[in-house]
Protein backbone atom coordinates (compact mmCIF):
# COMPACT_ATOMS: atom_id res chain seq x y z
CA UNK A 1 0.00 0.00 0.00
CA UNK A 2 0.99 3.55 -0.82
CA UNK A 3 0.01 5.43 1.55
CA UNK A 4 0.92 9.51 1.49
CA UNK A 5 -0.01 13.00 2.48
CA UNK A 6 1.19 14.66 -0.61
CA UNK A 7 -1.33 15.36 -3.30
CA UNK A 8 -0.09 13.55 -6.29
CA UNK A 9 0.66 9.42 -6.66
CA UNK A 10 1.54 8.08 -9.42
CA UNK A 11 1.98 4.12 -10.48
CA UNK A 12 3.11 2.50 -13.95
CA UNK A 13 5.26 -0.39 -12.30
CA UNK A 14 4.79 -3.09 -10.67
CA UNK A 15 2.93 -1.95 -7.27
CA UNK A 16 1.93 -3.89 -4.01
CA UNK A 17 -0.14 -6.80 -4.95
CA UNK A 18 -3.51 -7.63 -3.43
CA UNK A 19 -6.22 -9.74 -3.79
CA UNK A 20 -9.10 -7.92 -4.81
CA UNK A 21 -12.74 -9.50 -5.11
CA UNK A 22 -13.75 -9.83 -8.45
CA UNK A 23 -17.47 -9.53 -9.21
CA UNK A 24 -19.58 -11.69 -12.37
CA UNK A 25 -18.29 -11.90 -15.60
CA UNK A 26 -18.01 -9.85 -18.57
CA UNK A 27 -21.03 -9.16 -20.40
CA UNK A 28 -22.05 -9.80 -23.88
CA UNK A 29 -23.27 -7.08 -26.24
CA UNK A 30 -27.13 -6.85 -26.45
CA UNK A 31 -29.38 -4.40 -26.79
CA UNK A 32 -31.06 -3.22 -23.26
CA UNK A 33 -34.03 -0.77 -23.47
CA UNK A 34 -35.31 0.53 -20.03
CA UNK A 35 -38.68 2.60 -19.12
CA UNK A 36 -40.26 3.82 -16.20
CA UNK A 37 -43.80 3.17 -14.49
CA UNK A 38 -44.45 4.92 -11.02
CA UNK A 39 -41.28 4.34 -8.89
CA UNK A 40 -40.58 1.36 -10.56
CA UNK A 41 -37.76 0.64 -13.46
CA UNK A 42 -37.61 -1.98 -16.07
CA UNK A 43 -35.17 -2.76 -18.52
CA UNK A 44 -34.95 -5.15 -21.15
CA UNK A 45 -33.28 -6.96 -23.79
CA UNK A 46 -36.16 -7.59 -26.42
CA UNK A 47 -38.53 -9.64 -23.82
CA UNK A 48 -36.18 -10.27 -21.33
CA UNK A 49 -35.92 -8.39 -18.55
CA UNK A 50 -32.28 -7.68 -17.34
CA UNK A 51 -32.78 -5.30 -14.32
CA UNK A 52 -35.34 -3.87 -11.91
CA UNK A 53 -34.85 -0.97 -9.79
CA UNK A 54 -37.26 0.76 -7.37
CA UNK A 55 -36.32 4.92 -7.48
CA UNK A 56 -36.91 7.52 -4.92
CA UNK A 57 -39.53 10.22 -6.05
CA UNK A 58 -38.29 12.61 -8.18
CA UNK A 59 -36.14 10.42 -10.39
CA UNK A 60 -37.03 9.84 -13.80
CA UNK A 61 -36.38 7.61 -16.52
CA UNK A 62 -35.67 8.30 -20.39
CA UNK A 63 -36.95 5.99 -21.99
CA UNK A 64 -34.74 4.25 -24.75
CA UNK A 65 -31.73 2.26 -25.30
CA UNK A 66 -29.60 2.10 -21.86
CA UNK A 67 -30.14 3.39 -18.45
CA UNK A 68 -30.70 7.23 -18.17
CA UNK A 69 -32.09 8.96 -15.41
CA UNK A 70 -32.27 12.12 -13.71
CA UNK A 71 -33.57 13.81 -10.96
CA UNK A 72 -32.85 17.63 -10.18
CA UNK A 73 -35.09 18.45 -7.01
CA UNK A 74 -34.27 15.72 -4.55
CA UNK A 75 -32.01 13.09 -3.63
CA UNK A 76 -32.22 10.18 -6.13
CA UNK A 77 -31.89 6.63 -4.92
CA UNK A 78 -31.80 3.49 -7.13
CA UNK A 79 -32.13 -0.08 -5.56
CA UNK A 80 -32.05 -2.79 -8.30
CA UNK A 81 -31.55 -6.40 -8.89
CA UNK A 82 -29.78 -7.10 -12.01
CA UNK A 83 -30.71 -10.51 -13.94
CA UNK A 84 -28.74 -9.87 -16.72
CA UNK A 85 -26.09 -7.11 -18.21
CA UNK A 86 -27.09 -3.52 -19.13
CA UNK A 87 -25.89 -3.36 -23.07
CA UNK A 88 -26.03 -0.72 -25.44
CA UNK A 89 -24.83 -0.77 -29.30
CA UNK A 90 -22.93 3.18 -30.46
CA UNK A 91 -24.49 4.97 -26.88
CA UNK A 92 -23.62 4.75 -23.62
CA UNK A 93 -25.18 2.41 -21.25
CA UNK A 94 -26.05 4.39 -18.03
CA UNK A 95 -25.97 7.72 -17.15
CA UNK A 96 -27.36 9.12 -13.89
CA UNK A 97 -27.89 12.33 -13.15
CA UNK A 98 -28.43 13.93 -9.58
CA UNK A 99 -28.41 17.83 -9.06
CA UNK A 100 -31.29 17.97 -6.33
CA UNK A 101 -29.43 15.64 -3.76
CA UNK A 102 -27.01 12.56 -3.12
CA UNK A 103 -27.26 10.01 -5.92
CA UNK A 104 -26.83 6.13 -4.85
CA UNK A 105 -27.12 3.16 -7.40
CA UNK A 106 -26.57 0.23 -5.65
CA UNK A 107 -27.80 -3.61 -5.85
CA UNK A 108 -30.61 -4.59 -3.52
CA UNK A 109 -29.87 -6.67 -0.26
CA UNK A 110 -26.84 -8.91 -1.45
CA UNK A 111 -27.73 -9.45 -4.96
CA UNK A 112 -24.88 -8.98 -7.27
CA UNK A 113 -24.28 -5.66 -9.38
CA UNK A 114 -25.60 -5.59 -12.91
CA UNK A 115 -22.65 -6.10 -15.87
CA UNK A 116 -22.51 -3.26 -18.23
CA UNK A 117 -21.22 -2.85 -21.56
CA UNK A 118 -20.90 -0.70 -24.79
CA UNK A 119 -20.08 -1.52 -28.69
CA UNK A 120 -18.67 0.80 -30.61
CA UNK A 121 -19.61 4.50 -31.02
CA UNK A 122 -17.98 7.50 -29.86
CA UNK A 123 -18.05 9.22 -26.02
CA UNK A 124 -20.00 5.99 -25.62
CA UNK A 125 -19.18 5.65 -21.58
CA UNK A 126 -20.28 2.41 -19.98
CA UNK A 127 -21.59 4.50 -16.53
CA UNK A 128 -21.54 8.04 -16.57
CA UNK A 129 -22.15 9.52 -13.15
CA UNK A 130 -23.35 13.68 -12.76
CA UNK A 131 -23.23 14.74 -10.00
CA UNK A 132 -22.34 17.92 -9.30
CA UNK A 133 -22.51 19.39 -5.59
CA UNK A 134 -24.25 16.07 -4.13
CA UNK A 135 -22.48 12.73 -2.95
CA UNK A 136 -22.58 9.41 -4.66
CA UNK A 137 -22.61 6.11 -4.11
CA UNK A 138 -22.51 3.79 -7.20
CA UNK A 139 -22.08 0.09 -7.38
CA UNK A 140 -21.80 -1.67 -10.74
CA UNK A 141 -19.89 -5.63 -11.52
CA UNK A 142 -17.55 -5.59 -15.06
CA UNK A 143 -17.44 -3.01 -17.34
CA UNK A 144 -16.74 -2.65 -20.95
CA UNK A 145 -16.38 -0.44 -23.94
CA UNK A 146 -15.21 -0.17 -27.61
CA UNK A 147 -15.92 2.77 -28.75
CA UNK A 148 -13.21 5.59 -29.68
CA UNK A 149 -13.05 7.92 -26.28
CA UNK A 150 -15.61 6.12 -24.53
CA UNK A 151 -14.75 5.63 -20.46
CA UNK A 152 -15.47 2.75 -18.62
CA UNK A 153 -16.58 4.46 -15.57
CA UNK A 154 -16.50 8.79 -16.24
CA UNK A 155 -17.51 10.34 -12.56
CA UNK A 156 -18.63 14.62 -12.90
CA UNK A 157 -18.48 16.85 -10.13
CA UNK A 158 -19.49 14.94 -7.16
CA UNK A 159 -18.77 15.64 -3.53
CA UNK A 160 -17.87 12.39 -1.18
CA UNK A 161 -17.75 9.60 -3.93
CA UNK A 162 -17.92 5.94 -3.35
CA UNK A 163 -17.54 3.60 -6.39
CA UNK A 164 -17.47 -0.29 -6.82
CA UNK A 165 -16.80 -1.65 -9.76
CA UNK A 166 -15.67 -5.15 -11.10
CA UNK A 167 -13.53 -5.90 -13.95
CA UNK A 168 -12.91 -2.62 -16.34
CA UNK A 169 -12.03 -3.33 -19.83
CA UNK A 170 -11.89 -0.53 -22.30
CA UNK A 171 -10.35 -1.20 -26.57
CA UNK A 172 -11.08 1.91 -28.36
CA UNK A 173 -8.72 4.31 -28.98
CA UNK A 174 -8.06 7.49 -26.32
CA UNK A 175 -10.65 5.50 -23.79
CA UNK A 176 -9.86 5.54 -20.09
CA UNK A 177 -10.67 3.21 -17.22
CA UNK A 178 -12.01 5.16 -14.68
CA UNK A 179 -12.11 8.83 -14.17
CA UNK A 180 -13.59 10.02 -10.87
CA UNK A 181 -13.09 13.22 -9.36
CA UNK A 182 -14.83 15.06 -6.18
CA UNK A 183 -13.62 18.62 -6.07
CA UNK A 184 -14.31 19.39 -2.53
CA UNK A 185 -14.82 16.12 -0.79
CA UNK A 186 -13.45 12.36 -0.01
CA UNK A 187 -12.91 9.81 -2.80
CA UNK A 188 -13.38 6.12 -2.24
CA UNK A 189 -12.68 3.68 -5.61
CA UNK A 190 -12.47 -0.08 -5.30
CA UNK A 191 -11.94 -1.80 -8.76
CA UNK A 192 -11.62 -5.27 -10.30
CA UNK A 193 -8.65 -5.65 -12.89
CA UNK A 194 -8.15 -2.57 -15.28
CA UNK A 195 -7.11 -2.77 -18.89
CA UNK A 196 -7.15 -0.05 -21.43
CA UNK A 197 -5.84 1.76 -24.09
CA UNK A 198 -5.69 4.95 -22.59
CA UNK A 199 -4.97 6.27 -18.92
CA UNK A 200 -6.31 3.04 -16.26
CA UNK A 201 -7.06 4.88 -13.51
CA UNK A 202 -7.78 8.48 -12.52
CA UNK A 203 -9.07 9.50 -9.30
CA UNK A 204 -9.15 12.94 -7.15
CA UNK A 205 -10.34 14.08 -3.91
CA UNK A 206 -10.31 17.68 -2.56
CA UNK A 207 -7.09 19.65 -1.60
CA UNK A 208 -7.92 18.74 2.05
CA UNK A 209 -9.67 15.17 1.66
CA UNK A 210 -8.79 11.58 1.63
CA UNK A 211 -8.61 9.70 -2.05
CA UNK A 212 -8.25 6.13 -1.26
CA UNK A 213 -7.89 3.75 -4.75
CA UNK A 214 -7.79 0.01 -4.80
CA UNK A 215 -7.48 -1.98 -7.77
CA UNK A 216 -6.39 -4.93 -8.81
CA UNK A 217 -4.04 -5.51 -12.30
CA UNK A 218 -3.65 -2.30 -14.47
CA UNK A 219 -2.67 -2.79 -18.25
CA UNK A 220 -2.84 0.47 -19.47
CA UNK A 221 -1.66 2.59 -23.10
CA UNK A 222 -1.16 5.31 -21.03
CA UNK A 223 -0.65 6.48 -17.27
CA UNK A 224 -1.43 2.85 -14.80
CA UNK A 225 -2.87 4.80 -11.81
CA UNK A 226 -3.02 8.48 -10.95
CA UNK A 227 -4.26 9.69 -7.94
CA UNK A 228 -4.29 13.47 -6.39
CA UNK A 229 -5.59 14.98 -3.18
CA UNK A 230 -5.32 16.35 0.71
CA UNK A 231 -4.14 12.19 2.07
CA UNK A 232 -3.45 10.07 -0.71
CA UNK A 233 -3.62 6.27 -0.28
CA UNK A 234 -3.25 4.03 -3.14
CA UNK A 235 -3.12 0.09 -3.32
CA UNK A 236 -2.92 -2.07 -6.59
CA UNK A 237 -2.19 -5.22 -8.01
CA UNK A 238 0.41 -5.30 -10.93
CA UNK A 239 0.59 -2.49 -13.47
CA UNK A 240 2.10 -2.44 -16.67
CA UNK A 241 1.96 1.15 -18.90
Do not use: E
Not at 134 to 163: F, H, I, P, R
Amino acid sequence: MINSSARLALLSSVSTVMAVCLLPGTAQAQATTCSQAGLTINCIDGATPVLTGTVSAGTTTVAGPGLVTTNTTTPATISYTATGPIATTGVGAVNLTSTGGALNFTPSGTTAPVNVSTTGGAAANDVTINATGQAANVTVGNVSTSGTNSYGVLVNGATDLTLRTGNVATTGATSRGIQAASPTGNVSVTAGNISTTDRGVTTASGLTSNNTTVVGNVTAGAAGVLASGGNVNVTTGNVIA
